[in-house]
């Protein structure tokens, strides 16, 4: 019947009209796409790697940022191709250029992709140049700081100054060895950078100064450390040596006010304080030996105070055999 016809032809337009304003809107999905790639393409292309760290820090702030917007566009993009497939499944219509259009934003989402890859990338490299400036500038004060102290000319005035002196150095010694893997670290950084980095050699010169400098305090450490237990030694000698001196003056003065004595019982006192004596003797010339022995290893070290050392050992040895 007619009615049925028109019926019909109504439907048959309703639905054209839908699969038009499902076209068109599709149309201008991609049209904001594009606007919106567009937009990003232009701050890729403006957009630095950083000067310094604080600013990379922020850049990578923002690109992270950029990327979440990244991924919701993915997601809305993929629904939409989706929905333009379906549109150019059932045939009905399709301007010219639909599937051209869809292509070609295809290919600049992916384009962006590889652009928004290649710019975290340089982010990251630069990222990794200036962290790595940063530990070695933080290192490089360190260690001008340690070579101060390990290059210091105090090494004590006796035995106890000379000895908390040595036990303070050797928490220098633990600290400096601790960072031996820190500056060890600096080459593998440095391999970790891109070949191409345009301040590479910079960085590759500055890593050797360092590793200099490490090699440096180490060295300094280690003599300071030497020169301290030398110092202790000769202050210790002193200190043995004065007890020796002490003990000889004591038995010259005893020796020099002694009386012959006249009586038996004062014979017998007499008789027991040589036997004394004479352990005492034995003791002494041990103690006298170590000295001997201490002396001589000062001064085939080399110790700058070596000929103090054995004149103070000659005038010792000189009054024990008196």
């Not at 809107?25 to 606007?35: D, S, Y």
């Not at 923002?62 to 191709?81: D, F, I, S, V």
């Not at 630069?126 to 360190?142: I, P």
């Not at 237990?229 to 200190?239: C, H, I, N, Q």
Request: aromatic letters at 6%.
């Amino acid at each position: 019947s007619c009615l049925q016809e028109l019926a019909a032809m109504a439907a048959a337009r309703r639905a054209q009209l839908e699969d038009s304003r499902r076209l068109w809107a599709f149309l201008q999905e991609m049209e904001e796409a594009e606007g919106w790639i567009r937009e990003k393409e232009q701050v890729l292309a403006a957009k630095a790697c950083g000067r310094d760290l604080s600013s990379v820090l922020a850049l990578t702030g923002e690109h992270k940022a950029m990327l979440g917007e990244l991924g919701t566009r993915r997601a809305a993009l993929h629904r939409a191709m989706a929905r333009g497939e379906e549109l150019l499944a059932k045939g009905s219509l399709e301007p010219a250029g639909v599937r051209e259009k869809m292509g070609e934003v295809r290919s600049r989402w992916k384009k962006l992709e590889e652009a928004t890859g290649l710019h975290q990338q340089r982010l990251q490299e630069a990222l990794s140049f200036f962290q790595l400036s940063a530990e070695m500038d933080d290192l490089v004060a360190w260690l001008q700081d340690l070579y101060r102290i390990a290059s210091s000319d105090d090494f004590g005035h006796d035995d106890y100054s000379s000895q908390a002196l040595l036990r303070k150095h050797r928490a220098v010694m633990a600290e400096v060895e601790k960072q031996r893997g820190a500056v060890g670290a600096l080459r593998r950084q440095l391999k970790a950078l891109a070949p191409q980095h345009q301040r590479g050699v910079d960085v590759q010169i500055r890593v050797v100064e360092v590793e200099q400098l490490y090699g440096e305090v180490a060295e300094v450490a280690v003599l300071r450390q030497q020169w301290l237990r030398d110092a202790r030694a000769v202050y210790r000698l002193f200190s043995e040596v004065h007890a020796c001196e002490g003990w000889v003056d004591e038995k010259e003065q005893w020796l020099r006010g002694m009386e012959v004595p006249e009586e038996l019982d004062e014979v017998e006192v007499v008789q027991h304080r040589f036997e004394s004596l004479d352990q005492e003797m034995n003791s002494v010339m041990g103690r006298i030996l170590d000295v001997n022995h201490v002396v001589q290893q000062l001064v085939e070290g080399g110790h700058p105070s070596a000929e103090e050392v054995r004149a103070c050992q000659d005038h010792l040895n000189g009054r024990y055999r008196r």
